[in-house]
């Protein structure tokens, strides 16, 4: 069963910022998208069909405490995977639920 991924242009933004800060973050990212594709629940469940994934990025030689966050929304239905955000841990602790619920708005 394999899913649509697509992408929000927030996370188009994110992504592009981080990428010309750690060079190693665009495999990183590749590698994602092939495991999204299979497993697409991946990661802390946030609610509203939310998951946050934890990656490493190998140039920041921290591993995945000190990594990148991700956050996907999930359509069943539509066996569509929608990246919503990405942002280095160290740059952001977590989401607001608030925060969360406009991105989600974003998609529609």
Do not use: W
């Amino acid at each position: 069963m394999s899913y649509k991924i697509k992408t929000i242009p927030n996370f188009d933004k994110a992504l592009k910022r981080l990428s010309k800060k750690y060079a190693s973050l665009k495999g990183e990212y590749i590698a994602l998208l092939d495991s999204l594709e299979v497993q697409p629940q991946q990661g802390v469940n946030l609610g509203n069909n939310c998951y946050k994934i934890r990656i490493a990025i190998a140039s920041k030689n921290k591993g995945k405490s000190g990594g990148a966050r991700i956050i996907t929304h999930v359509l069943i239905r539509d066996k569509t995977v929608f990246l919503l955000d990405i942002f280095d841990k160290s740059e952001q602790d977590n989401i607001g639920d608030k925060e969360l619920v406009a991105l989600i708005k974003g998609i529609k």
